[in-house]
């Protein structure tokens, strides 16, 4: 049996113990979303996570960050590193997107060496290899299952309507996803349907086979705030639902993956119609990023989306890097797009029924640390603590204080004056 009919059948799997032991769940509760598909557990029957995690409903919003070579810059080596450096600096997943010569060698490394599910996208192995037919699309999706990958990414929802739709409906920026555009290619070379669609079916048997997580791609992602909410993009999220509970019933978990370029007023209205169409199913997002306008700084301009889609119930969230629309990232880039998008989620957990309390836990230790201007403490309590203590330190100043208040501390004079004044009573 899948995890999925393991945990509705009321079997209890190592996986869901640890999760919900981690999250400070029942794990009867965790079994339940699990045998709903309103939380996933990606982990592949041949490699077993070390860190196995969980998405969905209950849950603090997880963080996942994209990797992988290119074809102008293919370094297996520099791929792999920034995986650990993602890590290191709290992704809960990693997704190896790479393109250039020797994909093997890179995914098959990051899966040997992060402790972390790992995620893939198998068409791009099948473009880089010349072999966008329906059997090569399906011979890379078995090479990454059998490789041990997590969880996929495949872009189910465009098919031969979609097509349709976008040209009665054209966007500014067409289609922005990788994903998206390849399947895109492929109907139009061969005239014939998307195969991950038309034989969704065996792709599902695949997928239960080795216990792949399916991430339900969202190929007609808008790429700029005027494409946002058009007819095409929410075509993909009713497709979507639809496949969602086709893969339940064969016992496959599935999540969703959602926009985008979304201006801050329709990010919570395209989430709760994800949600709603998809059953609930756990919401991976990209972004949305609230602006077009600022390259080089879109890891904030997502994290701003983040928020909001977190408080209105994306439960997944893909880090952004500055490089966004750029470059490909360096290490340091994927190390600030991942703390930037963990405080996002931690932003959006401060307000998400059934985790505030764990997340407001966090704050409440810092802002005790702060009090008593305990810097030890308040560095325990950083997001990024090493960040943290260098900032303090740079100057070289030594003060109980920071430098910017120093001896007119309002921390402390108000503490001073508050027990002068009780003295005086």
């Known amino acids: 049996m899948t995890l999925m009919e393991e945990a ?34 990606p982990r592949n029957a041949h490699r077993g996570v070390a860190e196995p995690v969980g998405i969905g409903e209950f849950l603090m919003t997880k963080v996942n960050v994209n990797l992988g070579t290119s074809q102008n810059l293919d370094s297996p080596e520099a791929e792999v590193e920034k995986a650990a450096a993602a890590v290191a600096a709290g992704a809960d997943t990693v997704m190896d997107l790479s393109t250039g010569k020797d994909l093997d060698l890179v995914r098959r490394t990051i899966l040997d060496s992060v402790p972390v599910p790992v995620g893939t996208v198998p068409i791009y192995q099948a473009a880089v290899k010349g072999e966008l037919t329906s059997q090569g699309l399906f011979n890379a999706l078995e090479r990454h299952a059998k490789d041990g990958v997590d969880f996929i990414t495949v872009h ?21 996803s990788r994903g998206g555009s390849l399947t895109m290619k492929y109907i139009a070379d061969t005239g014939e349907e998307n195969p991950y669609y038309s034989e969704y079916d065996y792709l599902l048997e695949m997928a239960r086979e080795h216990e792949l997580t399916l991430s339900l791609g969202d190929g007609l992602r808008p790429g700029c705030i005027e494409d946002a909410s058009d007819r095409a993009k929410y075509m993909e999220f009713i497709n979507l639902g639809e496949l ?49 306008i600022a390259p080089g700084y879109d890891h904030i301009t997502a994290a701003m989306g983040g928020v909001i889609a977190g408080m209105a119930g994306a439960d997944f969230l893909c880090a952004t890097t500055p490089s966004e629309h750029l470059d490909l990232p360096t ?8 703390y930037v998008t963990r405080i996002a989620a931690h932003a959006a957990d401060l307000t998400r029924p059934g985790v505030r309390e764990r997340a407001r836990a966090l704050d409440l230790k810092m802002a005790k640390a702060r009090a008593e201007l305990d810097w030890d403490g308040q560095f325990q309590a950083a997001i990024n ?11 070289g100043v030594d003060t109980d204080t920071c430098t910017m208040c120093s001896e007119l501390c309002a921390i402390r004079l108000a503490k001073e004056a508050m027990e002068k004044e009780k003295g005086l009573r």
Do not use: F, W
């Open 331 to 338: 290490k340091e880039d994927v190390m600030d797009g991942t």
């Open 244 to 292: 969602v509970r086709r893969a339940r019933a064969a016992g496959v978990q599935a999540m969703v993956e959602g926009p985008g370029h979304v201006p801050a007023d329709e990010i919570e209205t395209s989430v709760r119609a994800m949600k709603h169409l998809c059953d609930g199913a756990p919401l991976y997002l990209l972004g949305p990023l609230v602006t077009d």
């Open 8 to 41: 509705g059948r009321g079997r209890m799997p190592q996986e869901i113990d640890e999760v919900a032991k981690r999250e400070g769940l029942e794990p009867d509760k965790l079994a339940r979303l699990v045998a709903r598909g309103r939380a996933v557990i």
């Open 385 to 395: 603590p090493a960040r943290a203590r260098q900032i303090r330190h740079r100057r």
């Open 156 to 176: 189910v929802g465009v098919n031969r309507n979609s097509l349709e739709r976008l040209r009665q409906d054209p966007r500014i920026m067409g289609v922005v």
